[in-house]
C-alpha cells in the first residue's frame, strides 16, 4: 500500500484565496483524521471522520474551514478565504479502528499564506 | 484524556539504548498508553503502545511502571536515523477513543 497520500506537499497563496488540501487514506480504514501543526501550537486535531461521516469538527478553527470526506477514498480541507495566521503543515491520517488504535499519518502539505 | 509530561529534549550516543521517560500520574484505568515519533518534515509515526504490561515490537520496548504513573520507552541501539521527537500520549479506549492529543515531546538526538 502507498500509504495515506497528500496533495499538494506545497501551496504559497496569496491572502484572501481559497485554498484546497487533499487526502486519500490507505484503502480499507474507515477513520480519517486532519491535523495541523505549527510551532506555537503543535499538532492540533481538526476534525475526524469516521465512515466519511464527520463526528468531531470541534477542532476547525472557523467557518473559513470545511473539510469533506464524499466518498472512503478521498477527502479535502478547504480554507476559504485563507490568512497568513493559516500558514502550517496539515497532516492527513487514517486508521483502520482496530484495537491497536494505530493512526498513519501522510507526509504534510505545507500552506504559507502571504 | 490525561495529561502527560516529558522532557523537553535528551541527547543518546549511537549504538547506545535511548530510554525516554514519560509522567502521566493522572491517568485512568481503561487509558492506553502510546508513542509516537516523528522525524523531520515527516508525519507522525507510530511505535508502541500498552496498558500496564510491558510491550516489546521491531522498534521498541515500553516499560510501564506498575502504579501506571509513567513509563519509558526503551530504543535499544538507537541509530541517527532515530533522531525525532517522540511523543507519549495517553488514549481513552472508551467513547472517545479516536482522539490523538499530541503535546510537546521529546527531541531526541542520537550523535556520532
Known amino acids: 500500500d502507498a500509504g495515506v497520500i497528500q496533495s499538494p506537499r506545497h501551496e504559497v497563496t496569496e491572502m484572501g484565496q481559497e485554498v484546497t488540501l487533499r487526502c486519500k487514506p490507505i484503502s480499507g480504514h474507515n477513520s480519517l483524521f486532519w491535523y495541523r501543526q505549527t510551532m506555537m501550537r503543535g499538532l492540533e486535531l481538526l476534525i475526524y471522520f469516521n465512515n466519511n461521516v464527520p463526528i468531531d469538527d470541534s477542532g476547525m478553527p472557523e467557518d473559513r474551514f470545511s473539510a469533506k470526506m464524499p466518498n472512503a477514498s478521498f477527502s479535502t480541507l478547504k480554507i476559504q478565504p485563507s490568512e497568513p495566521r493559516d500558514s502550517a503543515v496539515y497532516f492527513c491520517?487514517?486508521?483502520?479502528?482496530?484495537?491497536?488504535?494505530?493512526?498513519?499519518f501522510g507526509e504534510g502539505s505545507r500552506l504559507t499564506v502571504l | 484524556d490525561a495529561k502527560t509530561t516529558q522532557p523537553t529534549s535528551m541527547d543518546c550516543a549511537e549504538g547506545r539504548a535511548a530510554n525516554l521517560p514519560c509522567n502521566h500520574s493522572t491517568i485512568s484505568g481503561n487509558e492506553y498508553v502510546y508513542w509516537y515519533r516523528q522525524i523531520h518534515s515527516q508525519g507522525p509515526q507510530y511505535i508502541i503502545h500498552g496498558l500496564k504490561n510491558n510491550e516489546t515490537n521491531e522498534m521498541a520496548s515500553l516499560i510501564i511502571t506498575e502504579d501506571r504513573k509513567s513509563s519509558t520507552l526503551i530504543l535499544p541501539h538507537a541509530t541517527l536515523r532515530d533522531t525525532a521527537v517522540y511523543y507519549c500520549i495517553v488514549r481513552d479506549s472508551g467513547g472517545s477513543n479516536y482522539k490523538l492529543t499530541f503535546g510537546k515531546g521529546t527531541l531526541l538526538t542520537v550523535n556520532p
Open positions: 491520517a487514517s486508521s483502520s479502528g482496530d484495537y491497536t488504535g494505530e493512526l498513519f
